[in-house]
Nanobody, 115 residues
Framework: QVQLVESGGGLVQAGGSLRLSCAASGINFSIGTMGWYRQAPGKQRELVATITSGLSTNYADSVKGRFTISRDSANNTVYLQMNSLKPEDTAVYYC?????????WGQGTQVTVSS
């Protein structure tokens, strides 16, 4: 059974930092692309950052220079380090694992940034 379990969300003031974690089980973590997406109230889910099995990264323009995605194959975990947080970063953040044959999502973790 595939599970992606996010943690690390919470309430933080603008300018603060949070680190999200996504622990994966039931998959071959060494293949595929891991990613973080977010969905704010009334908006569509959007890409935040992705990291391939070869450690190539991609970021949304809105988070470049502030967020860093990384993956730890020894612990089957992907991280999202979020610095200089802004109120517009407030959203539910979802972990994703994509391959050509499967696409899995976690249950999401809430991030709220107060001004």
């Amino acid at each position: 059974q595939v599970q992606l379990v996010e943690s690390g969300g919470g309430l933080v003031q603008a300018g603060g930092s949070l680190r999200l974690s996504c622990a994966a089980s039931g998959i071959n973590f060494s293949i595929g692309t891991m990613g973080w997406y977010r969905q704010a109230p009334g908006k569509q889910r959007e890409l935040v950052a992705t990291i391939t099995s070869g450690l190539s990264t991609n970021y949304a323009d809105s988070v470049k220079g502030r967020f860093t995605i990384s993956r730890d194959s020894a612990n089957n975990t992907v991280y999202l380090q979020m610095n200089s947080l802004k109120p517009e970063d407030t959203a539910v953040y979802y972990c994703n694992r994509w391959t050509w044959t499967n696409n899995y999502w976690g249950q999401g973790t809430q991030v709220t940034v107060s001004s």
